[in-house]
């Protein structure tokens, strides 16, 4: 028995080291010196703590800037997706309309539109009623892009939420209306936490469209400022600062998935298996 | 007057994210499909210019060596992405699954790390382990004798233009193990314990019982798993775009990265929107196959 855990614990073992590896040298040279990346050999551990590139990053780029903006537009656009989202899905699976099932189906293959075909004409479509280097230009794609998974992990929701407790609603005499804001919504807040947690890390994360849409540098999203840093040569390149701001800004995401993992997991696959 | 509110009410509910569709995808898509039929430079979409040329777009793309080159790469990038995750995701599951651990909520909140993490953060962690100059497997190659052993020791992961579509591959391994993870834990989830238990009861090595047990019933899972990781895969760029671009010499350029270089580097925006939709048209074919997949699975239920 003894044995037999121990070989489990080892194989976990393993599997965590192969998914915190990358990740390890990151944190490391975030707070080495750049040259320290240029080691040879490399450098496994700790040798010249500092904290400079944490404080300097913030004087070569503007990266509070980028931040603001991140958190603006994912922010809104998380609002905006859980918002019609779920009144789609209510629409959806109570009260029951004909074209219900199209409409379910049309969303799974929208879902899976490519953003490499949608991205000439929507730019297209921006820059003609000038609305690049709008925070809008990057909320209204990220909304429709989330609406599809949004809608259907809610309207499986919706779908199991006893009868009785609608049929009681209109005994009452509460409206559709009210039905959804006094009902609905909150009976529905674990599923909605989990759809507004994803949403958001997509929205955060995403890198294309806001590469794109936004070329004003004061516009730039963290994910593309981060990426955008650069020295006059590569080997110039602020490595140290770039990697502790890659870090500055995923750590709020791993807090946040690290407290609700387990609702994300139930939510994920109720979604994707149960369909 | 409380019936007539029925009618019309979810529709209202509906209209707004019917509307944002329309608006943000069919009718993007529509201009894309009138632009493949042009020859259209980046510089005649701010002048509305461009000539209309019927298909010759769509007629020129079997002759095009990048385009075939474009889908050599997806199908390996693809393929072995797939595979890859696909056997990562049961063989991690089956651990976080097993009774005897402990912890698995702790352990399941690590594997999901490389899933949270930008695409540029995983670029960046990746760079510092493969890039030339910078990365620790070159900087390590000359003086370690194991990596000398295991034939590792080189500096041109990612410029040498025969290898680095599977260095990128193996990458993206990394990042989308989380998912299938995710999926064939509920697959776990859904095999009872008595089955193992009469298992066990009767004699059977686990070798037999993950062979006759667990494989069979986590089947369907396993399919879903593929169908959907081929999906988010094929169209997978940007983290191709930050390491590589693309290159060397498009050695790591997939259809969905061509498609935005020939757009926004080359400027021919014509050609890159027939690609644009041929892209589509793959990724429709492949979601068709899974809602049919699903109908069956729901008829056989």
């Known amino acids: 028995m003894m044995n037999r ?50 404080t ?28 019609f989202g779920s009144m789609a899905a209510y629409g959806v699976s109570v009260l029951k309309f004909r074209g219900r099932d199209l409409f379910l189906n049309s969303l799974i293959l929208l879902g899976f539109f490519p953003a490499a075909t949608m991205i000439f004409p929507i730019y297209k479509m921006f820059s003609d009623i000038n609305l690049l280097n709008n925070y809008l230009a990057l909320i209204l794609p990220y909304t429709v892009g989330g609406l599809p998974l949004t809608t259907w992990v809610m309207a499986t929701y919706f779908e199991n939420i006893p009868k009785d407790l609608l049929d009681a609603a209109s005994v009452d005499g509460l409206s559709i209306g009210g039905t959804y804001a006094k009902i609905m919504i909150p009976l529905s807040l674990p599923a909605l ?43 110039q390149y602020p490595w140290g600062q770039i990697i502790a701001a890659a870090l500055m800004v995923t750590i709020p995401l791993v807090i946040m998935v690290f407290v609700a993992q387990e609702k994300i997991i139930s939510g994920l696959t109720a979604g994707a298996v149960k369909g | 007057m409380t019936k007539r509110k029925y009618n019309y009410l979810p529709f209202l509910l509906v209209a707004p994210a019917i509307l944002m569709l329309i608006s943000i995808t069919i009718f993007p898509l529509m201009w894309s499909f009138f632009t493949s039929l042009k020859k259209m430079s980046l ?38 992405s797939v595979i890859g995750q696909v056997t990562m995701g049961v063989i991690l599951a ?33 760079i510092y382990i493969f890039d030339t100059n910078l990365g620790f497997l070159p900087t390590l190659s000359a003086n370690s004798r194991i990596l000398q052993l295991l034939g590792l020791a080189r500096r041109d992961w990612l410029t040498n233009s025969s290898i680095v579509i599977y260095v990128l591959s193996f ?48 089947k369907p899972f396993i399919l879903i798993n593929l169908i959907m990781t081929t999906m988010i895969t094929f169209n997978v760029y940007d ?39 041929i892209l589509l048209l793959i990724n429709l074919t492949i979601t068709s196959l899974y809602l049919i997949f699903f109908r069956q699975k729901e008829e056989a239920v």
């Open chain 2, 239 to 277: 983290l191709i775009l930050v390491i590589t671009s693309g290159g060397p010499a498009h050695a790591s350029e997939v259809l969905s990265l061509f498609t935005y270089n020939t757009g926004f580097s080359k400027g021919e925006l014509g050609y890159a929107s027939a690609l644009s939709i």
């Open chain 1, 5 to 54: 855990n121990f070989k489990i614990y080892l194989g976990v073992g393993l599997m965590a080291l192969y998914c915190l590896f990358p990740i390890y040298f990151l944190v490391l040279y975030s707070f080495e010196p750049s040259e320290a990346a240029y080691h040879s050999p490399p450098v496994f551990y700790p040798i010249a703590f500092t904290f400079s590139n944490y």
């Open chain 1, 193 to 235: 936490s989990t759809v507004a947690i994803l949403d958001f890390i997509a929205f955060w994360n995403e890198f294309i469209y806001a590469l794109t849409f936004m070329p004003d540098s004061n516009m730039r999203t963290v994910t593309v400022g981060i990426s955008l840093i650069s020295g006059r040569f590569t080997y």
């Open chain 2, 43 to 80: 510089l005649d979409l701010m002048t509305h210019g461009g000539r209309y040329i019927g298909f010759k777009n769509y007629l020129y793309m079997p002759h095009d060596p990048l385009f075939w080159n474009a889908i050599k790469n997806s199908i390996i990038f693809v393929g072995i």
């Open chain 2, 94 to 126: 089956s651990f976080l699954h097993s009774k005897l651990m402990r912890f698995s909520g702790l352990y399941r909140a690590i594997f999901l790390i490389p899933w949270i993490a930008s695409s540029v953060i995983v670029a960046y962690s990746w």
């Open chain 2, 171 to 218: 990458i993206n391994i990394w990042k989308g193990t989380a998912f299938s993870v995710l999926m064939e834990s509920a697959g776990f989830q859904s095999i009872p314990d008595s089955l193992y238990e009469a298992a066990e009861v009767d004699g059977a090595t686990a070798f037999e019982r993950f062979y006759l047990i667990t494989l069979p019933l986590l």
């Open chain 1, 56 to 83: 300097g990053v913030f004087k070569s780029i503007p990266l509070a800037r980028y931040a603001l903006n991140s958190i603006i537009v994912a922010t809104s656009a998380t609002f905006l997706t859980l918002l």
